[in-house]
């Protein structure tokens, strides 16, 4: 697709379910981030990856909070035991190999009730 | 750990008036900086990307300056427009395109 597409683009769940977020970056784009924008919290980086491989996962808040990508292409970004504080918007960015500029997409607003 | 901070957080300006927004940060050692617009609700738009060899960039009414030794960038607003009413983010980026947000400024031109 021409940009980074984001899946769904809102989502409520119940305190305790699963959540699946779901990333579809920017054709051969190589690296692919994830980030969390909380009321009174920011922007935060999640995790990032290069290829299928995560090279940094220093954001991730919580072990309820694990992220894959296959093919070097579509991400998930899987939220187990979903908390109220998990209610934010996740933002999913890619750059190209040697790129300069990251790409946003639209983001998905997770609220759990 | 690289630390941004984005003042003032809120600005309420008249419309036509020139503006400046502020973004410091702690660590100079960036690969590259970014100014965003955030609308309520939407998602990022990309304003103005400044490499840490470049001492400004310009996109019509919009010019972003770096000063990279001092930690600072401004993003100035010409003839503004109650249109330009957004959140503005600075974004600092790592060679490997980690990006380290500030809290953004909330603009809003009144017509």
């Known amino acids: 697709g021409a940009g980074v597409s984001q899946s769904p683009s809102n989502k409520v769940t119940e305190k305790g379910k699963d959540v699946e977020l779901r990333c579809d970056p920017i054709s051969g784009h190589t690296a692919l981030y994830w980030y969390r924008q909380s009321l009174g919290q920011g922007l935060e980086f999640l995790i990032y990856?290069?290829?299928?491989?995560?090279?940094?996962k220093s954001g991730l808040p919580s072990d309820r909070f694990s992220a894959e990508r296959t093919g070097g292409s579509v991400s998930t970004l899987t939220i187990q035991r979903t908390q109220q504080e998990d209610s934010a918007v996740y933002l999913c960015a890619s750059r190209s190999y040697g790129g300069t500029e990251a790409f946003f997409g639209q983001g998905t607003r997770l609220t759990v009730v | 750990k690289q630390e941004v901070t984005q003042i003032p957080a809120a600005l309420s300006v008249p419309e036509g008036e020139n503006l400046v927004l502020n973004c410091s940060f702690t660590?100079?050692?960036?690969?590259?900086l970014q100014w965003f617009r955030q609308d309520p609700g939407k998602g990022l738009t990309s304003l103005l990307l400044?490499?840490?060899?470049?001492r400004e960039q310009t996109s019509g009414r919009l010019n972003a300056s770096l000063d990279k030794s001092s930690g600072r960038s401004t993003l100035y607003i010409a003839a503004s427009q109650p249109g330009d009413s957004a959140t503005y983010l600075c974004?600092?980026?790592?060679?490997?395109?980690?990006?380290?947000f500030g809290d953004g400024t909330t603009l809003t031109v009144k017509p």
């Open positions: 974004a600092v980026n790592t060679n490997a395109g980690k990006s380290t």
């Open positions: 400044i490499q840490s060899s470049q």
């Open positions: 990856f290069q290829g299928n491989s995560a090279p940094d």
């Open positions: 660590d100079s050692a960036i690969y590259n």
